[in-house]
């Protein structure tokens, strides 16, 4: 398990941490900061965006103080006073000056995201000492701790590389969870996968030695269900429709949606929400053998639909397709699909924004509102009905591939859509990986969504 973040005791002496708004700054310069006015001024500081200075004082430090930057530098970059993170000595620190409530809960957020740090290969070189932060009066520590111990946990597996996160690594991950919130988990494994009616998860990742399997894992007796569904591809290959060397750099990521529904997952019973919960998490490494899936092959689903592979390097969805079926089976559930899916998804909206679909309102409402609280953007693509004979092939129900380039990510959604009875669905196509360092998201794995769904909660499900 990753270390977790925690708060400076309430109790601890600390210093301030001075919050100073540039329309501010000449007066605080003039009142509270008069001692510091020559040395802020000497060192140019402009309360810019995350831009800190140090206090210098008789004995040590007096603090320092941290810019908010303008309301336009605000809204390019989230989290831009966890820039403290790196810039502050190790000790305890508690936050000073007007903060609204909502970006008090940003700061303390981008705060514990911040002190986030990926060291298990470098054993060598510990992790120093960070800066930790005394939680402001009126926030919600427990739901901000269990957001970031879900983030930490999503990171950590995507960042772990392909040799040692595969389908049995991801499956001991998943038993760990359950285990520490008393949750039951189950594995179907190999061929009884296809004993069992997973033909799909089976094709995909049968020709590995890694053998393919679904994890399933339920927590909580009472409440309106919640199913997760993410994606757990551990490495894709491309399979025999092979990707170039360039394409496979970031293919441990490729399980990033199995890694944020079991972060999303830590969250709500971390806090104890009452609803009862149902992961599903289909493993497999898309790999190339003599068993491999081949272009052209026609294969049959759980639900009974069959499928034409016009590409295995599209078998993410088809992984997918056999457990968004076995969740359906239960039809009160909502059910919410995580999956590192498409590059048209990227090329839509980028690497920031998590694009969603959902024919619900109440979700879309519910999302919407959550992703503002949670600091956590998400953005609603379409269900677009007349792409529908885009996905369908004539020799077979759906093909996992059309050609033509255009609306890769509706169609990926549709054929999603395609496998799912319940009314109450939505599917993020995320991207699972930060390409620079940011703000409280350094290079690496990351999260997306989860925080939007953990607020959107109570609106979606009646809590």
């Known amino acids: 398990m990753p270390r977790l973040p925690a708060f400076a005791p309430a109790d601890a002496p600390s210093l301030p941490l001075h919050v100073i708004a540039p329309d501010d700054l000449s007066d605080w310069l003039a009142g509270p900061g008069a001692a510091h006015a020559g040395w802020l001024k000497a060192t140019g500081f402009e309360a810019a965006l995350g831009e800190v200075r140090l206090l210098p004082g008789a004995d040590g430090l007096d603090g320092a103080v941290i810019g ?3 309301t336009k530098a605000r809204a390019r970059s989230r989290f831009g006073l966890a820039k403290a993170v790196a810039a502050l000595p190790a ?19 981008g705060w514990l995201l911040a002190s986030y740090r990926f060291d298990s290969y470098r054993p060598g070189k510990p992790a120093a000492a960070l800066p930790r932060l005394k939680l402001p009066e009126g926030l919600d520590g ?14 950590d597996l995507i960042n772990t590389p392909a040799n040692d996160m595969g389908p049995e690594e991801l499956q001991t991950a998943f038993f760990a969870l359950a285990e520490e919130f008393g949750a039951t988990a189950t594995a179907i494994v ?3 996968l296809l004993a069992q009616n997973f033909p799909m998860i089976h094709a995909v990742g049968c020709a590995s030695p890694r053998a393919p399997r679904l994890l399933e894992m339920r927590w909580g007796s009472e409440g309106p269900q919640l199913t997760l ?3 757990g591809v551990c490495f894709d290959t491309g399979g025999l429709d092979l990707k170039p060397s360039s394409g496979m750099l970031l293919m441990k990521k490729d399980m990033g949606g199995a890694a944020t529904v079991m972060g999303l997952a830590l969250m709500i019973m971390r806090l104890g929400l009452p609803l009862r919960l149902r992961v599903l998490v289909p493993a497999v490494e898309n790999s190339v053998s003599g068993r491999a899936m081949r272009p052209r092959d026609i294969l049959r689903s759980r639900k009974g639909l069959t499928v034409e592979v016009n590409n295995t390097d599209a078998e993410g969805r088809l992984i997918l397709a056999d457990a968004l079926a076995y969740a359906s089976e239960e039809a009160e559930a909502t059910i919410i699909s995580m999956a590192t899916l498409t590059g048209a998804a990227r090329v839509a909206v980028g690497p920031d924004l998590a694009p969603y679909f959902t024919d619900d309102p109440e979700i879309a409402t519910a999302l919407a509102a959550g992703a503002a609280t949670g600091c956590d953007p998400v953005w609603r693509l379409p269900f677009w009905e007349a792409y529908e004979p885009m996905i369908e092939p004539g020799i077979a129900d759906l093909d996992n591939a059309p050609s033509g380039g255009f609306a890769g990510a509706i169609t990926a959604a549709l054929f999603l859509r395609r496998f799912v009875d319940s009314p109450r669905y939505a599917h993020f196509d995320i991207y699972g990986h930060i390409p620079s360092d940011l703000p409280a998201r350094p290079k690496g794995g990351a999260g997306q969504g989860a925080r939007a769904v953990l607020y959107a909660l109570p609106q979606m499900l009646g809590l």
């Open 229 to 231: 569904v993410g994606k």
């Open 91 to 109: 000790g305890d620190w508690h936050l000073s000056g007007a903060l609204t409530e909502a970006a008090a809960q940003e700061t303390v957020l």
């Open 190 to 192: 190999g061929d009884d």
């Open 142 to 155: 427990e739901t901000l701790l269990a957001m970031a111990a879900g983030e930490y946990l999503t990171r």
């Open 68 to 70: 908010t930057g303008s």
